[in-house]
């Protein structure tokens, strides 16, 4: 079963790629990818009991009461192509 590093990592690969994409629909689905890839990784890392990477910002919704990987915003249109 892959790590919580694996995933991590993943998700970094994912935002470079996002970053030099010229299609936008290629661009922003990268983008749900990393954060799909982030979610699983803190998954992973809070049943290990690991901690979460040095230098993660962390924030806490104030809506959900749940912690979220802090990942740039998503582009315009980004919801719906996870749909």
């Given amino acids: 079963m892959p ?12 935002l470079r790629l996002a970053l030099i994409a010229s299609d936008e629909e290629v661009s922003n689905r990268l983008i749900m990818m990393a954060r799909e890839y982030t979610v699983k990784g803190d998954a992973l890392a809070g049943q290990s009991g690991a901690d979460a ?10 809506e959900s009461g749940r912690e979220e990987a802090a990942l740039p915003p998503a582009p315009n249109g980004a919801d719906s192509a996870a749909d």
């Fill in 3 to 14: 790590s919580a590093a694996y995933f991590r990592r993943q998700a970094d690969i994912c």
């Fill in 53 to 62: 990477p040095p230098g993660a910002d962390r924030r806490t919704s104030a």
